[in-house]
């Protein structure tokens, strides 16, 4: 289970993730991915292969996106040796942050780093459970940016093509496990 090809792990994925119609909102199909990271075997395929895809990358820094990045980023850290560093919404972080604000479909969001979470020229690799519209991994990587670092690629475990969030992502590789087009 743990060395799964791409395709089988994408299949025990897509077999495994939970469609939550209407949620949080009318006309949202909700990914829940709780039960990918009850299963033992294919939580752990999966983070083996989000590393195993970075390994070639040099990263020094694994970065996960608030909340659901925090439970795939922290063991691909682990898995590749790396620190880990949130990215979470305002007010959460206690001490200095940068920040950036960025467009939502109505009204806009804000995102947080510590400012002293990398050094200049370190390499990081985004971690987030879904790409969607890509607003919120494009506003993250644009933050580590500024605060000097190198965004060696982002990696998604779902994206949802159909809504044509690399197209926000050009400046940066992406990976994801399994895409819904
Ligand atoms: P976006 O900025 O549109 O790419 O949205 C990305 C963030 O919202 C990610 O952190 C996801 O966890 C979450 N998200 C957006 N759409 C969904 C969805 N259909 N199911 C689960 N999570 C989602």
Request: charged fraction near 25%; hydrophobic fraction near 45%.
């Amino acid at each position: 289970m743990r060395n799964l090809v791409a395709e089988d792990l994408g299949r025990r994925i897509r077999q495994t993730v939970r469609d939550v119609h209407d949620f949080p909102q009318k006309g949202v199909v909700f990914k829940d991915i709780t039960p990918l990271i009850a299963d033992p075997d294919l939580f752990q395929a999966i983070i083996k292969t989000i590393a195993g895809d970075a390994a070639s990358e040099s990263v020094d820094i694994v970065v996960g996106i608030e909340s659901r990045g925090f439970i795939f980023g922290a063991p691909v850290a682990l898995a590749l040796g790396c620190g880990f560093v949130p990215v979470r919404k305002p007010g959460k972080l206690p001490y200095k942050t940068e920040r950036i604000e960025y467009a939502l479909e109505y009204g806009s969001d804000v995102l947080e780093v510590h400012r002293d979470a990398v050094r200049p020229g370190q390499r990081v690799l985004i971690v987030d459970d879904v790409l969607a519209t890509g607003g919120t991994a494009a506003a993250t990587a644009t933050l580590l940016e500024r605060l000097g670092a190198v965004v060696t690629s982002l990696a998604f475990v779902i994206e949802l093509g159909f809504l044509r969030g690399r197209d926000r992502l050009k400046a940066w590789p992406v990976r994801s496990l399994v895409s819904y087009d």
